[in-house]
């Protein structure tokens, strides 16, 4: 099964407003990762947050981690046409004998219309 | 780097074919991960490795399914006997370390007629 499971599934936006999208996960973290993937294509990394952390930018991207809630969020400002495309959240557990293993959801595919 | 290389890019098969998937992960990464994406499940980990040893192959869906890593620079993946149901995009991806960025190939969609 799914460890982080994204909502919505499926998000239309027009240029210029905020996205924003959601990963809940189930068991203890040392780290949630957000990819993108353009249609066709492989998934590209777009930011890393550690479970001590709270909140992370890069560029336009503001990530948010709640380990209370096991839940992340993603926001995407000033969205443009080109973010379209799926986005995906990733953990990695905290320890054991799965460390390393890197776990997708189900994804938010994002439609941004010029 | 090149980045994780993948071959072949597209691979059409007849049922009942062996099928063997290629992966080149980037040079010094310790982690190699084979994933499948499909419409229906979404993006599934079949199994990955570190410093070429498998750890985790609980995601491989039956026995048809088989990896192997023989070196650090190449691992495969055999579908044997192949069926319509494989059909999928599979993916490899290589990190660094544990619980670090991914790299992604940019996969090989396999089609089984």
């Known amino acids: 099964s799914q460890q982080g499971e994204e909502d919505p599934q499926a998000l239309s936006i027009q240029e210029g407003e905020n996205a924003t999208m959601n990963c809940s996960y189930k068991t203890s973290i040392n780290n949630l990762q957000w990819y993108r993937q353009n249609s066709g294509r492989g998934l590209v990394h777009l930011i890393l947050i550690r479970s001590n952390e709270r909140e992370k930018h890069s560029g336009r991207l503001r990530v948010t981690l709640d380990t209370s809630k096991k839940s992340s969020s993603l926001l995407i400002t000033a969205s443009r046409a080109a973010d379209t495309a799926s986005y995906f959240c990733a953990t990695g557990p905290a320890g054991g004998t799965s460390y390393g293993k890197l776990t997708f959801g189900q994804g938010t595919i994002l439609t941004v219309h010029p | 780097d090149a980045g994780v290389i993948q071959s072949p890019r597209h691979e059409v098969t007849e049922m009942g074919q062996e099928v063997t998937l290629r992966c080149k992960p980037i040079s010094g990464h310790d982690y190699l991960f084979w994933y499948r994406q499909t419409m229906m499940r979404g993006l599934e980990l079949l199994i990955y490795f570190n410093n070429n040893v498998p750890i985790d192959d609980s995601g491989m869906p039956e026995d048809r399914f088989s990896a192997k890593m023989p070196n650090a620079s190449f691992s495969t993946l055999k579908i044997q006997p192949s069926e319509p149901r494989d059909s999928a995009v599979y993916f490899c991806?290589?990190?660094?370390?544990?619980?670090?960025?991914?790299?992604f190939g940019q996969g090989t969609r396999l089609t089984v007629v």
């Open positions: 991806a290589s990190t660094p370390g544990g619980n670090t960025e991914a790299f």
